[in-house]
């Protein structure tokens, strides 16, 4: 055992509230290999190190958009190696960005500017004039220069060095399309033609190419139609479900009136064919294949040449991995028999990993003692021919920690805070028999484990001949669903709580029935926060992937060819493990094929989108001989290097992952052979005796061996994920997240090495070589949502505290000394927002909220008020209106900030006089809350105790006595208003739906306001009262003649997550007098501006944010789409005119409002409204359309997306698009976040 500390890190998920991007693989990737001399000129270490530098620190810059930086770096390439090929392609690329319209104004000698581009790209034709890519670049040059004619001589040029590139057709078609020569129009069509018929596959292609057709008038207009029916059929029911528009009947009925030619029929229907599917996400994934970002043209290595002509250093070896002779596991009674499959994981909560066994009768879990004797903690007959044993939770029973096994653990100093909650796992038999499922029973008085049998007849049960199943969050509504595959295909399966799964297959495109995957991998593999699934088959030695186009769909695609046809590809692959082999953010493949590892590496040029670069066979490896799951991965020496185990019939080779100092990427050098003289059929790679070194565990024969690894100096991390929320000193589940973060991407940065991984289980171990800490660790959970730890150290648990990933923009005043958080925006205007399955939430674009006077002071002649958006979401302003209200001192003002229809949230200003306070006020068991909520005071009244998911929460109440002596001694029915101050912390969307799907769990009951009937027995009177959204805000319900009797008491009902500051009443008031005036807007600026440091409240009150304490740093995955640029925005929001300020996470919005003159009458004081017209979008994996701030909304808009509809002014529309909307999110600030530079 290794004597060094342990290293320890678990991370409780992020709690956040929410209010496209897809994957592909490129059908050509662009050649690595380039035109220039087979041979160089020797190259000296020291120059090799530099040119290496100016490489990949110049690709990095313009990946991360730092154009000078990266135009200097790469220059200098150009200088130092003018035959080859990848300096003058790299810095064309990076000259034609500088000239993209957004960034030619800003650009300080645009001249000298496209000057440069010009010559340089002449120079890469001079150098590989045979590369169609060449003049593709060329032509995007001269178009950014508005030289329209040559653009077209260029792409011509492209067209004859490859003419079946659809990608090239189709830039020649729009080149074509802006010309106003009417031939050059015609043309267009023919080239669009074209591009379709080299890919009728895209259905970006088809939707376009149908326009033109349609607008033809021409019987190709029904294979179109037809075409697009098939390549849509993953989005008919979600599209039924969104915009009530069943796609099937609109294309059938557009091949009836094709045959009828009625062609205004036709022509209509085409272009809500469009409208419907052009912002999802698989027509987005099908764009990026014909509008190709000028990355995807980016080489990325020297040719072979170079490396060969470099005097190299001797190569430095890995540190050889240590292990102790092979040692059979002691077992207590009876030696298990006939095992098939075996897991390691902690399966009774005691902090220590426990062994799970299969065998041909039964399936056994054993515990280690002191001694290292495994005793059997519980076991059940399998009943059946079942071939592997899987360990998952599926169904979220998050229980408390073993106390007993937490104190032992803070002995160790690995958990030295109080114990968490923790879900236990469950057990899932899968072979020829099909899926068989065990529930891991805790009793609550014994403590005893028991595995219960849960029936699947019909649903998992009907599954026969199963090769391979997966857990992974499909759907990504924080549950685990099921993969399944059998020898008659695969199939989907949802979980909806209870152990039951639904088959959702019908909503994907799947591979075909006799494709047989036995090797299933869950990733996010294009780094689109979505999870996608590779699928690779031993029986027919194919692989590919299921591109994730959320809402439960997925899509087929085969790994495209890199070379030419006899040379190894992907597509091959029987079996395959996850790496980055190079470092380079962008997932890469070890694979097997025909017995010869291979390693598969790739590129990501933008989020959903993945080029594989080269395939090639891993040197030094031996063949592999046998079939089955035989490649593992994981960090054996702790060096902060991957490391490769297969699986040979007598052996496990073990290839150590080492940096190579020719590439700087990682290389496999072959370390040793294990040797056993028994075959061995299946190994586990796990940190058995919890030393901080994984072990090598194997079944041989009918026997199971241990190979101890002794250790080194190296130090080392398990970093464990708890999907939990925190506010104050109670933790609960989320929901929003499967409890373990099984299918999370984990990045480490220590040091030099840069590691990603992605969670497969309780825990993830990282060496880190000689660190001692990890500089930074970022978790980006299943629902899209990052976490950054910095400096992680030693023997720590951590939760992360409570926040929203959604909500909507914030609002911060200038209290006279600085600006200060007052509340939140747009609470009532969600768009994409999902109530359930086909449940879309109603929205209400105004809102007009009060500002407390004291909290808004002049400044040099102005009220200024900022607007920021902080989460993971799009904000829409359409108008911001501050309007002045005065009023006697001794009157206070409210507005009524309910979210609700307008007909229970209409427009008021209500004055009180004298407020009420209510007589007494409990919750649903009795507890007097009056003390918390009598007073404003910013302590909270939570009136429940269990809470089920993230803004779900048990049946409580809010019971209020307004039998006060005011009510008592009126002669006629009192006229009573109800002022209630308080928060809600809510579901999200995803939450929602996978409520909706779970028939255990009830749905978000909104509140609803009963009062005692005539036998004393409550009636609900409004069955919808509305309720303040998001912060802290005050809602107003008229009570008049809303009594059944003299008993003037009321109980608000909910299951909702709501917390109360204060609740009054006013009797019988009249409106006093007060003024309002709307202020001019001076000026209106948007600029990026960063991140609040959030305020977390010690008590029941909601998150706050210190607008002095700032972060700059990207903290969301990127949107799509076009943003608002920075800089002027008044003429947008100074009226309600679907003109729009769109703002994106770190954006601010400055306001300045001009103080009114003379001052404020004598015995009077000034509050505000502030009235917003706009709308809101988070971009939670489930809001309709949320990974794209398109389309865009506007006040006449029956719903959201709206199918029929068109925008009311398509040339102001279009106008704003060029004028405004031209800002694009970064994605590589955040994707290559712990990468460098």
Same mark, same amino acid.
């Given at each position: 055992?290794?004597?060094?500390?342990?290293?320890?890190?678990?991370?409780?998920?992020?709690?956040?509230?929410?209010?496209?991007?897809?994957?592909?693989?490129?059908?050509?990737?662009?050649?690595?290999?380039?035109?220039?001399?087979?041979?160089?000129?020797?190259?000296?270490?020291?120059?090799?190190?530099?040119?290496?530098?100016?490489?990949?620190?110049?690709?990095?810059?313009?990946?991360?958009?730092?154009?000078?930086?990266?135009?200097?770096?790469?220059?200098?390439?150009?200088?130092?190696?003018?035959?080859?090929?990848?300096?003058?392609? @790299?810095?064309? *690329?990076?000259?034609?960005?500088?000239?993209?319209?957004?960034?030619?104004?800003?650009?300080?000698?645009?001249?000298?500017?496209?000057?440069?581009?010009?010559?340089?790209?002449?120079?890469?034709?001079?150098?590989?004039?045979?590369?169609?890519?060449?003049?593709?670049?060329?032509?995007?040059?001269?178009?950014?220069?508005?030289?329209?004619?040559?653009?077209?001589?260029?792409?011509?040029?492209? *067209?004859?060095?490859?003419?079946?590139?659809?990608?090239?057709?189709?830039?020649?078609?729009?080149?074509?399309?802006?010309?106003?020569?009417?031939?050059?129009?015609?043309?267009?069509?023919?080239?669009?033609?074209?591009?379709?018929?080299?890919?009728?596959?895209?259905?970006?292609?088809?939707?376009?190419?149908?326009?033109?057709?349609?607008?033809?008038?021409?019987?190709?207009?029904?294979?179109?139609?037809?075409?697009?029916?098939?390549?849509?059929?993953?989005?008919?029911?979600?599209?039924?479900?969104?915009?009530?528009?069943?796609?099937?009947?609109?294309?059938?009925?557009?091949?009836?009136?094709?045959?009828?030619?009625?062609?205004?029929?036709?022509?209509?229907?085409?272009?809500?064919?469009?409208?419907?599917?052009?912002? $999802?996400?698989?027509?987005?994934?099908?764009?990026?294949?014909?509008?190709?970002?000028?990355?995807?043209?980016?080489?990325?290595?020297?040719?072979?040449?170079?490396?060969?002509?470099?005097?190299?250093?001797?190569?430095?070896?890995?540190?050889?991995?240590?292990?102790?002779?092979?040692?059979?596991?002691?077992?207590?009674?009876?030696?298990?028999?006939?095992?098939?499959?075996?897991?390691?994981?902690?399966?009774?909560?005691?902090?220590?990993?426990?062994?799970?066994?299969?065998?041909?009768?039964?399936?056994?879990?054993?515990?280690?003692?002191?001694?290292?004797?495994?005793?059997?903690?519980?076991?059940?007959?399998?009943?059946?021919?079942?071939?592997?044993?899987?360990?998952?939770?599926?169904?979220?029973?998050?229980?408390?920690?073993?106390?007993?096994?937490?104190?032992?653990?803070?002995?160790?100093?690995?958990?030295?805070?109080?114990?968490?909650?923790?879900? @236990?796992?469950?057990?899932?038999?899968?072979?020829?028999?099909?899926?068989?499922?065990?529930?891991?029973?805790?009793?609550?008085?014994?403590?005893?484990?028991?595995?219960?049998?849960?029936?699947?007849?019909?649903?998992?049960?009907?599954?026969?001949?199963?090769?391979?199943?997966?857990?992974?969050?499909?759907?990504? @509504?924080?549950?685990?669903?099921?993969?399944?595959?059998?020898?008659?295909?695969?199939?989907?399966?949802?979980?909806?709580?209870?152990?039951?799964?639904?088959?959702?297959?019908?909503?994907?495109?799947?591979?075909?029935?006799?494709?047989?995957?036995?090797?299933?991998?869950?990733?996010?593999?294009?780094? /689109?926060?979505?999870?996608?699934?590779?699928?690779?088959?031993?029986?027919?030695?194919?692989?590919?992937?299921?591109?994730?186009?959320?809402?439960?769909?997925?899509?087929?695609?085969?790994?495209?060819?890199?070379?030419?046809?006899?040379?190894?590809?992907?597509?091959?692959?029987? $079996?395959?493990?996850?790496?980055?082999?190079?470092?380079?953010?962008?997932?890469?493949?070890?694979?097997?094929?025909?017995?010869?590892?291979?390693?598969?590496?790739?590129?990501?040029?933008?989020?959903?989108?993945?080029?594989?670069?080269?395939?090639?066979?891993?040197?030094?490896?031996?063949?592999?001989?046998?079939?089955?799951?035989?490649?593992?991965?994981?960090?054996?020496?702790?060096?902060?290097?991957?490391?490769?185990?297969?699986?040979?019939?007598?052996?496990?080779?073990?290839?150590?992952?080492?940096?190579?100092?020719?590439?700087?990427?990682?290389?496999?050098?072959?370390?040793?052979?294990?040797?056993?003289?028994?075959?061995?059929?299946?190994?586990?790679?796990?940190?058995?005796?919890?030393?901080?070194?994984?072990?090598?565990?194997?079944?041989?024969?009918?026997?199971?061996?241990?190979?101890?690894?002794?250790?080194?100096?190296?130090?080392?991390?398990?970093?464990?994920?708890?999907?939990?929320?925190?506010?104050?000193?109670?933790?609960?589940?989320?929901?929003?997240?499967?409890?373990?973060?099984?299918?999370?991407?984990?990045?480490?940065?220590?040091?030099?090495?840069?590691?990603?991984?992605?969670?497969?289980?309780?825990?993830?171990?990282?060496?880190?070589?000689?660190?001692?800490?990890?500089?930074?660790?970022?978790?980006?959970?299943?629902?899209?949502?990052?976490?950054?730890?910095?400096?992680?150290?030693?023997?720590?648990?951590?939760?992360?505290?409570?926040?929203?990933?959604?909500?909507?923009?914030?609002?911060?005043?200038?209290?006279?000394?600085?600006?200060?958080?007052?509340? /939140?925006?747009?609470?009532?205007?969600?768009?994409?927002?999902?109530?359930?399955?086909?449940?879309?939430?109603?929205?209400?674009?105004?809102?007009?909220?009060?500002?407390?006077?004291?909290?808004?002071?002049?400044?040099?002649?102005?009220?200024?008020?900022?607007?920021?958006?902080?989460?993971?979401?799009?904000?829409?302003?359409?108008?911001?209106?501050?309007?002045?209200?005065?009023?006697?001192?001794?009157?206070?003002?409210?507005?009524?900030?309910?979210?609700?229809?307008?007909?229970?949230?209409?427009? @008021?200003?209500?004055?009180?006089?004298?407020?009420?306070?209510?007589?007494?006020?409990?919750?649903?068991?009795?507890?007097?809350?009056?003390?918390?909520?009598?007073?404003?005071?910013? *302590?909270?009244?939570?009136?429940?105790?269990?809470?089920?998911?993230?803004?779900?929460?048990?049946?409580?109440?809010?019971?209020?006595?307004?039998?006060?002596?005011?009510?008592?001694?009126?002669?006629?029915?009192?006229?009573?208003?109800?002022?209630?101050?308080?928060?809600?912390?809510?579901?999200?969307?995803?939450?929602?739906?996978?409520?909706?799907?779970?028939?255990?769990?009830?749905? &978000?009951? &909104?509140?609803?306001?009963?009062?005692?009937?005539?036998?004393?027995?409550?009636?609900?009177?409004?069955?919808?009262?509305?309720?303040?959204?998001?912060?802290?805000?005050?809602?107003?319900? /008229?009570?008049?003649?809303?009594?059944?009797?003299?008993?003037?008491?009321?109980?608000?009902?909910?299951?909702?997550?709501?917390?109360?500051?204060?609740?009054?009443?006013?009797?019988?008031?009249?409106?006093?007098?007060?003024?309002?005036?709307?202020?001019?807007?001076?000026?209106?600026?948007?600029?990026?501006?960063?991140?609040?440091?959030?305020?977390?409240? &010690?008590?029941?009150?909601? $998150?706050?944010?210190?607008?002095?304490?700032?972060?700059?740093?990207?903290?969301?995955?990127?949107?799509?789409?076009?943003?608002?640029?920075?800089?002027?925005?008044?003429?947008?929001?100074?009226?309600?005119?679907?003109?729009?300020?769109?703002?994106?996470?770190?954006?601010?919005?400055?306001?300045?409002?001009?103080?009114?003159?003379?001052?404020?009458?004598?015995?009077?004081?000034?509050?505000?409204?502030?009235?917003?017209?706009?709308?809101?979008?988070?971009?939670?994996?489930?809001?309709?359309?949320?990974?794209?701030?398109?389309?865009?909304?506007?006040?006449?808009?029956?719903?959201?997306?709206?199918?029929?509809?068109?925008?009311?002014?398509?040339?102001?529309?279009?106008?704003?698009?060029?004028?405004?909307?031209?800002?694009?999110?970064?994605?590589?600030?955040?994707?290559?976040?712990?990468?460098?530079?």
């Amino acid at each position: 055992m290794s004597s060094r500390p342990s290293h320890y890190l678990i991370i409780a998920a992020v709690v956040l509230f929410l209010g496209s991007l897809a994957l592909f693989l490129t059908v050509k990737a662009p050649p690595q290999q380039q035109d220039g001399p087979d041979v160089l000129e020797p190259i000296s270490y020291k120059k090799a190190e530099e040119l290496l530098r100016f490489k990949n620190e110049g690709i990095a810059y313009l990946e991360n958009e730092r154009y000078a930086d990266s135009d200097a770096l790469l220059e200098r390439l150009t200088e130092e190696l003018p035959t080859q090929e990848i300096g003058f392609r @790299d810095l064309t *690329i990076c000259r034609l960005l500088q000239l993209a319209p957004k960034k030619v104004s800003a650009h300080p000698d645009g001249e000298k500017a496209a000057k440069q581009a010009v010559e340089t790209v002449k120079q890469l034709i001079q150098i590989a004039p045979d590369s169609a890519i060449s003049y593709v670049l060329s032509a995007r040059i001269h178009l950014a220069l508005g030289e329209t004619e040559s653009a077209l001589k260029e792409f011509q040029r492209a *067209i004859k060095k490859d003419p079946q590139d659809a990608s090239i057709w189709f830039e020649l078609s729009q080149a074509q399309k802006q010309s106003t020569d009417p031939t050059l129009q015609a043309a267009s069509k023919e080239s669009l033609a074209k591009s379709w018929e080299l890919q009728p596959g895209n259905l970006f292609l088809s939707l376009d190419y149908l326009q033109v057709v349609s607008d033809q008038k021409t019987a190709q207009a029904a294979p179109v139609f037809e075409k697009i029916k098939q390549l849509a059929a993953p989005l008919v029911d979600s599209v039924k479900d969104h915009t009530r528009l069943d796609l099937n009947k609109l294309i059938d009925d557009s091949l009836t009136a094709i045959k009828e030619q009625q062609w205004n029929v036709v022509l209509r229907n085409a272009r809500i064919l469009r409208n419907v599917l052009i912002a $999802e996400d698989l027509v987005k994934s099908d764009r990026r294949r014909v509008e190709q970002n000028p990355l995807e043209f980016v080489i990325h290595d020297f040719p072979p040449a170079f490396y060969e002509a470099v005097e190299w250093p001797a190569q430095q070896k890995p540190l050889s991995v240590k292990f102790a002779d092979a040692s059979p596991l002691k077992f207590a009674g009876e030696v298990p028999s006939e095992i098939k499959d075996l897991q390691i994981a902690d399966f009774d909560l005691d902090g220590k990993p426990d062994l799970i066994l299969l065998t041909s009768k039964e399936v056994s879990v054993f515990k280690r003692n002191a001694d290292g004797v495994w005793g059997l903690i519980t076991q059940q007959e399998s009943a059946g021919d079942y071939s592997e044993v899987h360990a998952v939770d599926l169904d979220a029973d998050v229980q408390q920690l073993n106390q007993s096994a937490t104190k032992e653990k803070k002995e160790q100093k690995v958990f030295p805070i109080a114990p968490s909650r923790d879900a @236990d796992l469950d057990l899932v038999l899968s072979g020829k028999s099909g899926i068989k499922v065990f529930e891991n029973w805790g009793d609550a008085k014994t403590g005893q484990r028991s595995l219960v049998l849960k029936e699947q007849k019909t649903t998992l049960e009907t599954l026969a001949a199963v090769l391979a199943i997966k857990f992974s969050d499909l759907d990504h @509504d924080g549950d685990l669903d099921l993969v399944a595959s059998t020898n008659s295909g695969l199939s989907l399966w949802s979980n909806r709580g209870g152990f039951s799964f639904h088959d959702i297959s019908a909503n994907s495109q799947l591979p075909p029935s006799d494709f047989e995957a036995t090797s299933i991998v869950c990733v996010d593999w294009d780094r /689109d926060v979505d999870l996608d699934l590779i699928l690779c088959s031993r029986k027919s030695r194919q692989a590919g992937y299921l591109e994730n186009l959320r809402h439960g769909r997925f899509r087929w695609r085969r790994f495209s060819n890199v070379e030419s046809d006899d040379r190894p590809t992907a597509n091959q692959f029987e $079996e395959c493990a996850l790496t980055d082999f190079d470092r380079n953010g962008s997932w890469d493949l070890i694979g097997v094929r025909q017995k010869d590892l291979m390693l598969a590496e790739t590129r990501r040029p933008e989020p959903g989108s993945v080029q594989i670069t080269s395939v090639q066979p891993i040197r030094g490896a031996e063949p592999v001989d046998v079939q089955g799951h035989v490649l593992q991965t994981g960090d054996l020496n702790n060096d902060g290097m991957l490391d490769v185990v297969a699986l040979n019939s007598l052996q496990l080779q073990l290839l150590l992952g080492t940096t190579d100092h020719k590439t700087e990427q990682t290389a496999y050098e072959k370390d040793q052979v294990i040797t056993n003289s028994k075959a061995i059929q299946k190994f586990r790679l796990s940190d058995l005796n919890q030393d901080g070194s994984l072990d090598v565990i194997a079944l041989a024969g009918n026997e199971l061996i241990q190979w101890q690894n002794k250790g080194n100096d190296n130090h080392w991390i398990d970093v464990s994920l708890r999907a939990e929320q925190v506010k104050g000193e109670v933790k609960s589940a989320s929901g929003r997240v499967n409890h373990y973060g099984i299918g999370s991407l984990l990045e480490l940065r220590s040091g030099a090495i840069y590691q990603p991984q992605i969670v497969a289980g309780q825990s993830t171990h990282f060496g880190l070589g000689k660190q001692t800490v990890a500089e930074a660790i970022r978790v980006l959970w299943t629902n899209g949502i990052p976490v950054n730890i910095i400096n992680a150290k030693t023997d720590q648990r951590i939760y992360e505290k409570q926040t929203l990933m959604g909500s909507c923009p914030y609002l911060y005043t200038w209290d006279g000394e600085q600006f200060s958080f007052y509340t /939140d925006l747009l609470w009532a205007a969600p768009i994409g927002l999902q109530f359930g399955k086909g449940i879309v939430a109603p929205h209400r674009d105004w809102e007009f909220l009060k500002i407390d006077g004291d909290r808004l002071k002049a400044k040099d002649g102005f009220y200024e008020l900022r607007i920021t958006e902080e989460l993971w979401e799009a904000g829409y302003f359409d108008m911001v209106e501050l309007i002045a209200v005065d009023h006697p001192a001794e009157v206070e003002i409210y507005s009524n900030e309910k979210v609700g229809p307008p007909d229970i949230a209409e427009v @008021d200003t209500h004055t009180v006089k004298r407020p009420q306070t209510p007589v007494a006020a409990i919750n649903h068991k009795g507890r007097d809350v009056l003390p918390e909520i009598k007073d404003a005071d910013d *302590i909270y009244a939570k009136t429940f105790d269990e809470k089920y998911r993230q803004g779900l929460t048990e049946d409580h109440t809010l019971e209020l006595d307004l039998n006060s002596v005011a009510v008592k001694n009126t002669k006629t029915p009192p006229r009573i208003k109800l002022f209630l101050t308080g928060w809600i912390y809510p579901t999200d969307t995803g939450i929602n739906l996978a409520l909706s799907e779970n028939p255990s769990m009830p749905s &978000p009951r &909104p509140p609803s306001l009963s009062v005692p009937d005539e036998k004393g027995e409550w009636k609900t009177i409004q069955p919808f009262m509305g309720f303040p959204g998001g912060k802290t805000k005050t809602i107003v319900v /008229d009570l008049t003649n809303q009594f059944l009797t003299n008993d003037y008491r009321v109980r608000i009902d909910t299951n909702m997550e709501f917390y109360w500051d204060q609740v009054f009443f006013t009797v019988d008031e009249t409106a006093a007098k007060f003024t309002t005036r709307g202020l001019p807007l001076e000026s209106a600026t948007l600029n990026y501006r960063g991140f609040s440091t959030p305020i977390i409240h &010690p008590g029941n009150g909601p $998150e706050r944010y210190d607008y002095q304490s700032l972060s700059t740093s990207i903290q969301w995955p990127p949107m799509q789409g076009g943003f608002t640029r920075y800089g002027d925005v008044k003429p947008l929001v100074e009226s309600a005119d679907n003109r729009l300020v769109i703002m994106g996470s770190g954006d601010e919005m400055r306001l300045r409002f001009t103080v009114p003159a003379g001052p404020v009458e004598p015995g009077w004081k000034r509050d505000f409204i502030l009235h917003n017209v706009g709308w809101d979008k988070d971009a939670n994996l489930h809001t309709i359309l949320g990974q794209s701030v398109e389309p865009l909304p506007f006040r006449e808009m029956q719903g959201y997306p709206y199918p029929t509809q068109g925008y009311p002014d398509d040339k102001l529309l279009q106008q704003d698009r060029e004028q405004y909307h031209t800002r694009k999110q970064n994605n590589a600030r955040f994707w290559n976040h712990l990468l460098k530079p």
